[in-house]
């Protein structure tokens, strides 16, 4: 197994960290149910796995409906996830900005601050001054902040013209652009990166792809090579809608010129049980997705 404690925020462009979000991300086909053998399958793998970061799910405030462990995380899930990760991965997990009042900081996090090593939150480009509020108050508890800038091909060309962003890229350990609708091409996602890198200098920057044109390891990889150095991906691509850019697929990408450090074991063994998921739930692109992706959709409408 190949040693992976270098610092994952200044890893180079051609190496980037890996953050994974598989049970966060699809946990919009399953409600957020994992049965406790596939999450043990599943975390005991991403230690073997030159994987820095892995998001185990979201944390929330009460709400109507069914969601299950995964959309609700507390601490005893979050220290057990803690566990069974390598000392030198990180823990992360999930706020929706939109629904994560500032003054609820604390009776969302708080008590995971010995288990959950970085918050990230999603948020809508026109809500980044809310998100560097909230940033604020969790990083007053001793947790990194993340920030994920939801919508990029709304904004690909005009990122000087996002209000709050400077103050995002300063309050956060990396801020990312996610590219919400799978509609952006690799040159648009480079642009989008070189631009970030020039507007904040200073931040580390991150990519989150979704697959609806087939275009998520493409855009990845232009990413990265625009200076990128967090990129997310997910075990089969499972996601939200046709899914994201394949952890599998970065990982073999990026052992490619030392293969023997791979534990291919191990990514066989996490691979296997969530394709048997995938013919379960049907996640991937198709006709629908990829229209809905050339005309910005979002996904949610479309599932």
Not at 142 to 153: R, T
Request: proline residues 4%; hydrophobic residues 40%.
């Amino acid at each position: 197994m190949a040693n992976h404690s270098r610092n994952e925020e200044h890893m180079t462009a051609k190496s980037p960290t890996i953050l994974d979000c598989t049970l966060r991300d699809g946990g919009y086909y399953t409600t957020w149910d994992f049965s406790d053998k596939l999450v043990d399958t599943y975390l005991r793998s991403a230690a073997k796995l030159p994987i820095s970061i892995v998001e185990l799910g979201y944390a929330n405030l009460p709400r109507d409906g069914y969601f299950g462990q995964y959309y609700f995380l507390t601490r005893s899930t979050t220290e057990r996830a803690k566990s069974l990760l390598r000392r030198d991965q990180k823990l992360a997990i999930m706020l929706d900005e939109k629904v994560a009042p500032p003054t609820s900081a604390y009776q969302l996090v708080g008590e995971m601050a010995e288990s959950v090593d970085i918050v990230r939150m999603a948020v809508a480009p026109d809500r980044l001054a809310n998100a560097v509020e909230l940033s604020g108050r969790i990083r007053e508890m001793g947790f990194k902040v993340g920030i994920n800038v939801m919508y990029l091909s709304r904004y690909w060309d005009k990122l000087e013209s996002l209000d709050a962003l400077a103050d995002a890229a300063a309050i956060s350990s990396c801020i990312s652009l996610v590219d919400s609708y799978g509609a952006c091409a690799p040159n648009q996602t480079a642009a989008a990166v070189s631009r970030l890198k020039e507007l904040c200098p200073d931040a580390t920057v991150g990519f989150h792809g979704h697959d609806n044109l087939g275009l998520a390891f493409a855009n990845s990889l232009s990413a990265i090579d625009a200076g990128a150095s967090v990129i997310d991906g997910t075990v089969t691509g499972m996601g939200r809608g046709p899914g994201n850019t394949r952890t599998e697929t970065l990982l073999v990408h990026s052992m490619a010129e030392r293969p023997d450090e791979l534990n291919y074991v191990a990514l066989h063994d996490v691979v296997q049980p969530f394709e048997a998921l995938k013919h379960e739930y049907g996640w991937g692109t198709n006709l629908v997705y990829m229209i809905s992706g050339a005309a910005d959709l979002p996904q949610n409408r479309v599932m």
